[in-house]
């Protein structure tokens, strides 16, 4: 098989039934399997996937086991070739899947590749970024971002000297929909269930740069992403906002294990 599609859920009932709608209408030209992994939800989506989508695997998780924990039981369920985590938040573009697995076939030394995002209204949406300085968080939710070198920072970590229409490798990349090789998979690990919500995606991506795999971006492969953005806000945004509060504690997470340690992509070399 060459793709086992995971879509993680939590109560996105709707979002869910055009996500999977679009992968019927795509019709993508590949032996895969989609598994639709359910965190606890009470808005009644595993009944709607049972009665619309026969065709669909579902799992049910016991708890909301979140980010990592939920793609977690789909990886340790999936059988491809190729391993992709994607939200229920995303909608396929023609040949999507297609073009991300002759990418990862034409390229083997690549463990961890990301499409182009879109906005719904087709502008590019930034979807691959430098890696956290300790200050990033800061930056990104004080008004010390207006400072002008606290601007210049957070545009390097967005990239914004990059047009994002040309492939390349990056540090990380957004975790709404990544295609992971199953033998770089089984090197790397899972992804690391000290992370609820947040920067889990950035973990696995520098993990798998640690391990000698390479993370790219592939704009050829196009995603319409219909972002929420459920944490943004400056620092009112903490008392407000509990997935506000989650990303503040994954970065805690984040920074207690890598603070010190160098960008495992700028002593890339190329596997054997």
Same mark, same amino acid.
């Given at each position: 098989?060459?793709?086992? /599609?995971?879509?993680?859920?939590?109560?996105?009932? %709707?979002? /869910?039934?055009?996500?999977?709608?679009?992968?019927?209408?795509?019709?993508?030209?590949?032996?895969?399997?989609?598994?639709?992994?359910? %965190?606890?939800?009470? #808005?009644?989506?595993?009944?709607?996937?049972? +009665?619309?989508?026969?065709?669909?695997?579902?799992?049910?998780?016991?708890?909301?086991?979140?980010?990592?924990?939920?793609?977690?039981?789909?990886?340790?369920?999936?059988?491809?070739?190729?391993?992709?985590?994607?939200?229920?938040?995303?909608?396929?573009?023609?040949?999507?899947?297609?073009?991300?697995? !002759?990418?990862?076939?034409?390229?083997?030394?690549?463990?961890?590749?990301?499409?182009?995002?879109?906005?719904?209204?087709?502008?590019?949406?930034?979807?691959?970024?430098?890696?956290?300085?300790?200050?990033?968080?800061?930056?990104?939710?004080?008004? $010390?971002?207006?400072?002008?070198? +606290?601007?210049?920072? %957070?545009?390097?970590?967005?990239?914004?000297?990059?047009?994002?229409?040309?492939?390349?490798?990056?540090?990380?990349?957004?975790?709404?929909? /990544?295609?992971? =090789?199953?033998?770089? $998979?089984?090197?790397?690990?899972?992804? #690391?269930?000290?992370?609820?919500?947040?920067?889990?995606?950035?973990?696995?991506?520098?993990?798998?740069?640690?391990?000698?795999?390479?993370?790219?971006?592939?704009?050829?492969?196009?995603?319409?992403?219909?972002?929420?953005?459920?944490?943004?806000?400056?620092?009112?945004?903490?008392?407000?906002?509990?997935?506000?509060?989650?990303?503040?504690? !994954?970065?805690?997470?984040?920074? =207690?294990?890598?603070?010190?340690?160098?960008?495992?992509? /700028?002593?890339? !070399?190329?596997?054997?």
């Amino acid at each position: 098989m060459d793709l086992s /599609l995971i879509i993680l859920n939590y109560n996105t009932k %709707n979002l /869910l039934r055009e996500c999977l709608r679009g992968i019927r209408i795509c019709a993508p030209k590949l032996a895969m399997e989609v598994i639709v992994v359910d %965190n606890a939800s009470s #808005d009644k989506s595993v009944e709607m996937v049972v +009665a619309e989508f026969p065709e669909v695997k579902v799992i049910r998780a016991e708890s909301n086991l979140g980010y990592a924990g939920g793609n977690n039981l789909g990886i340790k369920a999936a059988v491809g070739r190729y391993i992709m985590v994607m939200n229920a938040d995303i909608l396929l573009m023609p040949d999507a899947l297609e073009r991300l697995v !002759s990418f990862m076939d034409a390229n083997p030394k690549v463990g961890l590749v990301g499409p182009q995002l879109l906005n719904p209204d087709r502008t590019i949406q930034r979807s691959c970024y430098r890696f956290h300085s300790l200050l990033t968080p800061i930056y990104r939710r004080t008004v $010390v971002g207006l400072l002008p070198f +606290a601007r210049q920072s %957070n545009s390097d970590y967005l990239m914004k000297d990059f047009d994002h229409g040309s492939e390349r490798d990056v540090d990380w990349l957004l975790g709404g929909a /990544l295609v992971a =090789r199953r033998e770089a $998979v089984a090197e790397v690990g899972p992804l #690391d269930t000290g992370f609820f919500m947040y920067m889990d995606d950035t973990d696995w991506c520098r993990r798998f740069w640690e391990k000698g795999w390479r993370v790219t971006y592939c704009p050829e492969a196009k995603m319409v992403h219909f972002h929420q953005r459920q944490s943004s806000g400056g620092v009112v945004a903490l008392f407000r906002k509990p997935t506000a509060r989650y990303h503040a504690r !994954s970065a805690v997470t984040y920074f =207690r294990k890598y603070l010190g340690k160098e960008n495992p992509r /700028l002593g890339y !070399s190329d596997r054997e």
